[in-house]
């Protein structure tokens, strides 16, 4: 296996965290108020707005990062950074209080999957997806490492 041509098709995985990211990110830019969360003051806002601008970066570094060589630095240390957020961000919204509006439906309200839940699992599962990346890009770092040595 060549190292400099290895290119893991998992790599999407940093386009994924685009997919998810980057919608919040622009509406919260344009249009924060037209977001569907309950009791939005000034203050949420512009923490909104804050949040919008962390992710917006995040979302650029992950293009960037996408086409790099799996072995490099940066890039790991941004899925390892990517899996800490997104396994936070899953946390938290699994533990939060409803503050999103919208029903899925009585039946899947009552088996407790609301908005809120179905969104800690998608930054969930891209927490995982990022673990995933990492394991199996291993070998291509390691056959770097053996290189240099």
Known sequence: MSVHAARSPLSSVFLLHIALEAPL?????????????LQMNNTTVVMLKLYAALVTG???????AYPLP?????????????????????????QTPRFIPHTLGP????????????W?????????GMVVW????????????GAAQ
Do not use: D
Request: hydrophobic share 55%; glycine share 6%.
């Open 25 to 37: 990110a622009l509406q919260a830019f344009w249009s924060p108020q037209s977001l569907p969360f």
């Open 58 to 64: 995040s979302c650029i570094t992950a293009f960037l």
């Open 70 to 94: 799996e072995f490099l630095p940066g890039k790991r240390a941004l899925a390892i950074g990517f899996c800490i957020y997104h396994s936070v961000v899953s946390t938290i919204l699994f």
């Open 107 to 118: 039946f899947l309200e009552s088996m407790n999957l609301t908005p809120e839940v179905v």
């Open 120 to 128: 800690g699992t998608f930054h969930g599962l891209l927490g995982v």
């Open 134 to 145: 990492w394991q199996a890009t291993l070998q291509y770092a390691a056959a770097v490492r």
